[in-house]
């Protein structure tokens, strides 16, 4: 699992972090949350799960945009 450290993490905590305390796993989940609302209701919990793996190991990451405006 990645976890941001040093400068990535104080980029994170000031510019994507929608609280001082949100840890990187919980703003991987509220986005994987964000972008699983386009998927049917049927299919949205295993859409979010997906992307939440793939946030948390840093294989794909959203523009800024998409972090910030999240939730």
Known sequence: MFK???FSEDIFKQRYALTETESWEDACRRVARQ???AETPDKQRVY???FYEVLLENLFVPGG???Y???
């Open 69 to 71: 405006n999240s939730g």
């Open 4 to 6: 941001p450290t040093g």
């Open 48 to 50: 979010e799960d997906k």
């Open 65 to 67: 945009r998409i972090w």
């Open 35 to 37: 972008m699983s609302i």
